[in-house]
C-alpha cells in the first residue's frame, strides 16, 4: 500500500497536473480567439457571477476569456524566447568550455556583459529598437535570458573535462566530437531541461511588465501586461475584478511553470532533492 | 620495449604566496623494460601517483621527458601505448554509461580478459553505480588490457579488494603481461604485494 504514494509518484502526479493546466490554457487562448474581442454593451461592468466567472469590463467583453487569451499569448511568448534563449546559452556554454581560452574568455566577457545591465532595460531598449509588437519582445526576451544558463552549462562542462573518466576516454584515443556526445551531453541534459524550464516563468513575467510599461504588446491584442495596465484605471471605481483575476492567474501560470521545473529537476537528477 | 623516463621534474602551481615552489618530483630517473613488472613505493605524498600521471600523460612535466623506444611519449597520436589504472575506480567510470559500453572503449578488449578478471557477463548491463568498488576496478583493469597497451600503471589497484580476489586478479595480470609481453610499474604502500609480484622494487626518495 506504501507503494501507492512514494514520493516518485507524487512529483509525478504534480508534474502532470501542471503540464496539463498549462496544455488546457493555451488550448483554451486559442479557441476564445473570438469572444475575447467581442464587445457587448447590454453586459457591461458586471462583477464576477456563474455566468461570467471573472466579470467583463467596461466594452462588456468577457474577461475570462480575455485572461485565457493573454495568458495563451504569454505562454507561447514564452515558449519562443526561452526555447531561444536556452539553445543560445547550450551553444555558447559549450563553446566556451570546450574551444579553448580565448573563447572562454569571449564568451565569459559578453556573459558578464549582459548581466551587468539591468534585464528591463536592455529589453525595452531591443523590444522598442524591433518596432515593440510579438517580434519585439520574443527578441527581447531571448537576448537577455540566456547568460545565467549559460553560466552553468559552462560551469559543469569544466568540471567534466577535469573528471578523471573523460581524461581516461582520452588517453584511450577518443575523440574531441566522441567525448562531447557521448560523455558529456548527457550529463548536461537535466540542468539544460530544468534551466530551460525555469527559463518559461522569467520570460513570462518580463513580457508581462514590458507590455505593462507600454514597450511591448501592442493594446489590441488582449495580453495580461495589456489588461492589467488598462485596470488600473478602473480599479479606483471599485471594479477590483479587472485586475484582480487576471493578475492571480498571472502567478498560478508562473507558479505553475516554477513546480515543472522543480518535479523535473527531482526526476532527472534525484541526488539534489535532497539540497 | 622500452620505457625511460628521463630528469623529470614537475611541481603543482601554489596559487597563494610568491614562496618557492616546492618540487614533488626532481630529476626522477627510471627505465622499465617490457619483461619487466618494477614495483614502486614511498610514503604517501612523495608523488607516486605524480609519477603515474606524468608518465601516462596526463599531466605535462616541467622538465625532463617520456620516452617510449626512444620516441617521446606525447608523439604517439590516438591510443595511448601506456595505459594507467587509476586507483579510484568510482572516479574513472562514468556513472551514466553501462558497464559494456565503458568496456567498449577499450582498444577491443578480449572476452578472454573479461572472463580471466571474473567478470560475470550480467554486469555489462549495470551501471557503475550498481557494481562494487572491487567489482568496477576489475573493469578498469580490463579496459586498460586493451590490444594496444604496451605498458600498464598500477597505481594502488587492489587496495579495495579481498585477499582472494587480489590475489586471483595479480595471478591473472602477471600471466597476461607476460604473455603479452607488456609492461607494468606496480605502485603500492604494500611491501609483501611487490616482492610477491615485482621483478624489481624501486624506492622513490
Known amino acids: 500500500m506504501r507503494e501507492k504514494n512514494n514520493r516518485r509518484q507524487r512529483v509525478l502526479a504534480g508534474l502532470i497536473f501542471s503540464v496539463i493546466f498549462l496544455a488546457v490554457v493555451c ?18 461592468n458586471l462583477a464576477p457571477c456563474t455566468e461570467y466567472l471573472f ?10 476569456a480575455r485572461t485565457l487569451r493573454g495568458l495563451s499569448v504569454s505562454i507561447l511568448l514564452g515558449m519562443v524566447s526561452a526555447a531561444v534563449s536556452a539553445a543560445a546559452a547550450f551553444v555558447l556554454g559549450v563553446i566556451s568550455a570546450a574551444m579553448g581560452r580565448t573563447a572562454d574568455s569571449a564568451v565569459s566577457f559578453c556573459i558578464d556583459w549582459v548581466m551587468g545591465i539591468p534585464h528591463i532595460l536592455l529589453l525595452i531598449l531591443i523590444s522598442v529598437a524591433l518596432g515593440k509588437g510579438f517580434r519585439g519582445v520574443a527578441a527581447g526576451v531571448a537576448l537577455t535570458h540566456w547568460p545565467s544558463l549559460a553560466r552553468v552549462i559552462r560551469a559543469e562542462m569544466i568540471q567534466l573535462k577535469e573528471s578523471p573518466y573523460i581524461q581516461i576516454a582520452e588517453k584511450l584515443g577518443k575523440r574531441k566530437g566522441y567525448l562531447i556526445r557521448k560523455h558529456m551531453l548527457p550529463h548536461l541534459m537535466p540542468q539544460f531541461f530544468v534551466g530551460l524550464v525555469l527559463l ?30 488598462e485596470s488600473m484605471r478602473y480599479l479606483v471605481t471599485g471594479q477590483w475584478w479587472l485586475a484582480a483575476f487576471p493578475g492571480a492567474m498571472l502567478v498560478l501560470v508562473v507558479i505553475l511553470f516554477y513546480e515543472i521545473g522543480e ?11 535532497h539540497e | 620495449m622500452r620505457l625511460d623516463v628521463k630528469e623529470l621534474s614537475f611541481a603543482y602551481q601554489q596559487r597563494t604566496g610568491q614562496g618557492q615552489q616546492k618540487h614533488i618530483l626532481q630529476e626522477f630517473q627510471l627505465s622499465v623494460e617490457s619483461r619487466e613488472r618494477v614495483g614502486l613505493t614511498a610514503p604517501s605524498g612523495f608523488g607516486k601517483t605524480t609519477l603515474c600521471k606524468l608518465i601516462a600523460g596526463y599531466l605535462q612535466p616541467d622538465a625532463g621527458e617520456i620516452l617510449l623506444d626512444g620516441k617521446p611519449l606525447s608523439s604517439y597520436r590516438g591510443y595511448c601505448p601506456v595505459q594507467m589504472i587509476w586507483q579510484q575506480p568510482e572516479q574513472a567510470v562514468d556513472p551514466l554509461l553501462r558497464m559494456k559500453d565503458v568496456i567498449a572503449e577499450g582498444d577491443e578488449v578480449e572476452e578472454r580478459i573479461l572472463a580471466g578478471l571474473g567478470i560475470r557477463t550480467e554486469w555489462g548491463n549495470r551501471f557503475p553505480g550498481e557494481l562494487s568498488g572491487g567489482e568496477l576496478q576489475r573493469f578498469c583493469i580490463a579496459r586498460a588490457l586493451g590490444k594496444g597497451t604496451r605498458f600498464l600503471l598500477a597505481d594502488e589497484i587492489s587496495t579495495m579488494l579481498d585477499l582472494i580476489t587480489q590475489s586471483q586478479i595479480w595471478h591473472f595480470l602477471m600471466e597476461e603481461t607476460t604473455q603479452r609481453n607488456i609492461g607494468m610499474l606496480v605502485v603500492s604502500h604494500d611491501r609483501e604485494l611487490l616482492e610477491c609480484v615485482c621483478t624489481r622494487i624501486v624506492e622513490m626518495i
Open chain 1, 27 to 44: 488550448i483554451g487562448g486559442i479557441l476564445c480567439k473570438q469572444e475575447a474581442a467581442a464587445t457587448d454593451f447590454s453586459r457591461k
Open chain 1, 55 to 64: 466579470g467583463t469590463d467596461w466594452l462588456g467583453r468577457d474577461m475570462f
Open chain 1, 200 to 229: 518559461f516563468p522569467h520570460a513570462i513575467l518580463h513580457e508581462s511588465s514590458v507590455t505593462f510599461l507600454g514597450f511591448g504588446l501592442s493594446s489590441e491584442q488582449p495580453a495580461i501586461g495589456i489588461i492589467l495596465s
Open chain 1, 263 to 273: 518535479n523535473l529537476r527531482k526526476l532527472l537528477s534525484p541526488g539534489s532533492a
